[in-house]
């Protein structure tokens, strides 16, 4: 069984919807198919979306690669594919593949400014800059990588500081604070 390594980059077709937090809807679905189809073929793989371009890495067994790109090369949601890397690889460098939404959003911003890039244009990725982006994929804590790097930028780029618990334990405060009042002027 030979194994290969590939990446593309794409624009896509759709208009992107604005998301406050979370994933843009189409890249929510072509994630679900994506995360189906790679468990079952052992594949491993990251997706970069930002301004309007896909980054897509895929790694595994030679066959699964091609016919899951030539699937994706018909692909409508994404035009003008132009495959970045496309060779045999001795050893998988991946240790796991199934597809999760990874923000790794701060991550590619900081690799785009100390490369003095603009824009996320993956289709004019040196050679080293394609090899730093996989290198992301790589280094992200997380099973599976899909990266919206616009996520941090729709919010501001402010880290969420709020965990559901501190919510609640806001919401909960709260109510006691309304009660009290209440109770304190059905006294007087
Ligand atoms: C940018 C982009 C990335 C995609 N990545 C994958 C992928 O990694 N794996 C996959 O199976 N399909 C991927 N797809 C979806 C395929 O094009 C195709 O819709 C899908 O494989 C069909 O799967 P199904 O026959 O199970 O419905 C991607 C599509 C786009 C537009």
Request: net charge negative.
């Amino acid at each position: 069984m030979s194994l290969m390594r590939l990446a593309y980059a794409s624009e896509a077709t759709f208009q992107a919807k604005p998301v406050e937090k979370g994933v843009e809807p189409h890249v929510a679905r072509i994630l679900m198919t994506s995360r189906k189809n790679n468990a079952r073929d052992q594949l491993v793989g990251g997706l970069y979306y930002g301004d309007n371009r896909f980054f897509q890495y895929l790694e595994g067994d030679e066959s699964a690669v091609r016919e899951t790109y030539g699937r994706i090369l018909k692909d409508e949601r994404h035009r003008n594919v132009k495959t970045l890397i496309e060779e045999p690889i001795t050893e998988r460098t991946f240790s796991n593949w199934s597809m999760k939404y990874v923000p790794l959003s701060k991550d590619v911003r900081q690799f785009l400014d100390a490369e003095g890039l603009e824009s996320f244009d993956p289709a004019n990725f040196t050679a080293d800059q394609c090899e730093k982006m996989i290198e992301l994929i790589r280094n992200s804590s997380q099973d599976q990588k899909l990266v919206n790097y616009d996520d941090d930028r729709a919010t501001g780029n402010q880290p969420q500081v709020m965990s559901g618990g501190l919510k609640a334990g806001i919401i909960v405060a709260g109510i006691c604070i309304v009660g009290a009042l209440l109770f304190a002027g059905s006294m007087l």
